[in-house]
Structures are given as structure tokens and as C-alpha cells.
């Protein structure tokens, strides 16, 4: 039976983690919410299938693959790597790789507040004098930490077509790539700055998107766009000058 | 040979969630910075100490075990819930588990935001409109929001001595009793008026509480209390008025 992913429709989102690992691993599923209205999908539907969903979870994503309800994000990805090939099988590189994308995870909260320090439920409008501060504290200490620690561990695997835990490709890799191109289209100033002390990183980008399955997802009308309603968006004011 | 915390040596923070496991399992282990510097503990041992570990971790708590170097609290405690019997032996429980801690990682970063909501490297006194803004969303949609879940996890489970996962206690309830107690610390108007709707919740915390090692751990020398260095932090004009 085809995986089922439950997520907001109409944004890329922490979603488009689960999307990637999923395509890439050539796993059969239906992204729920995008169907129709008829057919199951729209917000209204997967807001009422969460209150029904059994464990309950918080927020989506939520993945439903073989008999289990699964929440969080690398939560998911850990139950796709260990079932389509996409982790090491032995626990030091389970552990690790689940290490990785939990630090990717604190990341990519960090840019969602960029826009949103305050509040999720208010406009970014009225809460532009405190993004503005949030954007230039992220752009000029913790992005550069962040890529800076994930080039690290890169040049130590040799950066030389190995991803972020070996030679073999895992979810990590894949969010870490979703993490640069986004934060290319957010903030590309401050990225293009910081281009020359990341090269491993953006290698690994390279690398991912030209995975047969994944490039060709990437060009498919399953790939949502980016856009200024979801994690990563592009306000000018909130890139270097 | 004993286990070896690393964290911050002075403040609860992240580290706490570790320690509450580590104790209620009853774990050998050595708060590494916490040690006289003469036995190799404070802030500068660490950081150094972080510099050489491997795989290289981003920040603090890491633990150290049986031979592996693990990072990132949900991680550790996932470790220390499979091999100290705080988690559930299948694999939907775990997943269940690690999806509770997950979440509760997420109410955890949201508290920190409430006194740093621009930057963590400048001080309180200088993002305080910000922060005064920030907590007052958390106060009123947040924390509601995400006590109001395990309630009603709590609810579904009998709340009659069992935990969020079933009959036995995991390091999953051992966080929610940390974050509840953090978050009466910190906002106690805002959670006195609160408990009336999480009765659950409360419940639970005072059985944590209770259990003979986590009670003899909160009397001793090694819990760091409360404070405003940590992620709870008491600041009158952050709680409801």
C-alpha cells in the first residue's frame, strides 16, 4: 500500500524533508493534501484527519507507511532511513545521522523565526523591526556557524563526492541540500558571501540534485516552489546589503 | 566504565533532560564539567573538549558511553531509553516516544525564545520589548497549545498513574515533569491559572517527582537549581500580569 504523507499543502515546509527522502528512495506515496478537495485533500480535511490520527500528533508532517502513524520530521526520516536504505545500518552511524538532522532541524527553526520572532499567528508585517534584528544576528553568526560546522564534518569525510556520515548518500544529506538551497533563495546576499568558506556544502547541494531520482522530482509539479509563505523566504530587508 | 556528561557546567538547560534520565535509570556517570578544573572540568575544558570529540558535535549536552559520542538531546535519550529500559521495546513505541521528546524539544527552543527572541549572544536587557512581545504569545497561545496536548494524551491514557506512553515511565515523561516544573518556575501566574485545564499534567510531575531516585537527585548537590542563566528563567514582567 502507497505511504500517505499528511501536510500542509501549497508549501514546501518541514514537509519537503519527508518529500525528498521519499522520492529519493522511490517509495510509493500519496502527498494527501495536495488531492483535491474531492479526493481527501485541502487544509480543512488534514486539519480534522490530525484530530482523529492515532498516536496524536502535534503538527504535521505526519507519515502513515506500513500500519504506523509517524510525527516529526526526523522522526520520519529516521523510520525511512532505516526502511529504504537511506541511514547506516549499524547504531554509530544511526545515532549519527539522526545527530545531523536534529541539528538541521534547530536550524531550520532558526530561519523560520527570521521572519517570525514573535509570533507564528501575526503577519510578518508586524513584526518586521524585531526580523530585522533576528535576520542580522542569523545572516552574521548562526548561519555561518551552522554551514561552517556542516563544511567541518565534509572536509573531514574529504568532500569528495561522500556525504555528511561516508561515501553513501543518507536523509541528512538530502535535508542539507533542501537547508542550502533555501537559504540561498532567502537570504542569497549573505549566502554569496559566504559562498567561498563553504565549498563542501555546496558540492554536496550539487551532488544531491543531480541524483537521477531527485533531479527528476525537482522538475516535476510534485515539487512545491519556494515561496514567502513557507520556511524560507526571500524579504530583501532581511538580506546582507 | 561510568558514562561522561558534557554540558555546561551552572545552569540546568538541555543537559537537565540527560541527567533526569541518567539518574532514573540509576546510570553511573560523571557531570564532566562540573568537576574541579584541576580534574578537568569548567567552561574552557569543554569547549576544548568539543573540539577534538568525534563524530564532532555542534553543541552540548553530549554523552559519552559505552564507547559512542552522542549529541543532541532526543538522541541521547533515545540511546539511554533503548539500553536503560525508559523506553518501549517495539518499534511503535519508540518512534512514539522519540516523537513526544521531539515535541517537547520544540516547547523547550520556544521558552528560550521567550528572553532571547532577537539573539542569543547579546544580553535579555537588550531585546526586552521584543521579549516582553514574544512571551506574551507564548503565555497565551503556545504553552496552552502544547500543554493542552499532553493532556490530552494523558486523558486518553487514563491519567491514573500511567505516563505519556502507557503504564511505564520513559524519559519522555521524565522531560515533561523538567519542562513542567521549568515552566511554573518561570511563569508562575500564567501556569496557576493554567492548571485548572492540565490536571493530567500535573499528576504526572508530581509522580516524577516522587520516584525514590529522581527524589533523592532533586535533594542532592548534583541538581543545579533554577536560575536566570538557564532556559527557565524567572523574569516577573515576562509572566501574565
Redesign the interface.
Known amino acids: 500500500m502507497a505511504y500517505e504523507l499528511h501536510y500542509w499543502p501549497g508549501i514546501q515546509g518541514r514537509g519537503e524533508f519527508v518529500r525528498l527522502a521519499l522520492e529519493d528512495a522511490g517509495v510509493d506515496y500519496v502527498d494527501v493534501a495536495r488531492l483535491s478537495e474531492a479526493d481527501g485533500g485541502g487544509e480543512a480535511a488534514l486539519v480534522n484527519w490530525m484530530d482523529f490520527a492515532t ?4 503538527a504535521p508532517p505526519i507519515l502513515r507507511a506500513k500500519g ?1 502513524t ?3 520530521t ?2 520520519i526520516l ?2 525511512i532511513g532505516r526502511h529504504h536504505d537511506l541511514a547506516p545500518p549499524d ?2 552511524g544511526r ?2 545521522v ?2 545531523l538532522q ?2 538541521l ?2 536550524l531550520v ?1 532558526e530561519v523560520h ?1 527570521t521572519h517570525h ?3 507564528s ?2 503577519y510578518y508585517e508586524d ?1 518586521k523591526d ?1 526580523a530585522l ?2 535576520a542580522k ?1 542569523f545572516r552574521e ?1 548562526r548561519m555561518p556557524k ?1 554551514l561552517g ?1 556542516f563544511e ?2 565534509l572536509q ?1 569525510n574529504g568532500a569528495d563526492g561522500g556525504g555528511l556520515a561516508g561515501a553513501a548518500i543518507t536523509y541528512a544529506d538530502l535535508s542539507l541540500f533542501q537547508v542550502t538551497r533555501g537559504l540561498q533563495y532567502a537570504f542569497p546576499k549573505a549566502m554569496q558571501a559566504l559562498a567561498p568558506k563553504i565549498p563542501g556544502v555546496l558540492l554536496l547541494a550539487e551532488q544531491v540534485q543531480r541524483r537521477r531520482r531527485i533531479a527528476s522530482y525537482l522538475k516535476s509539479e510534485r515539487r512545491v516552489p519556494f515561496s514567502e509563505e513557507g520556511i524560507f523566504r526571500h524579504y530583501p530587508e532581511l538580506d546582507a546589503n
Chains 1, 2 share one sequence.
Open positions: 498516536p496524536p500528533p502535534f504506523h509517524i510525527a516529526q526526523a522522526n529516521e523510520f547504531e554509530d545515532m549519527w539522526n545527530q536534529l541539528t532541524a534547530d527553526a523565526d520572532p514573535i509570533s499567528s501575526t513584526q524585531a534584528a533576528r544576528a553568526e551552522y560546522y567541518r564534518i573531514g
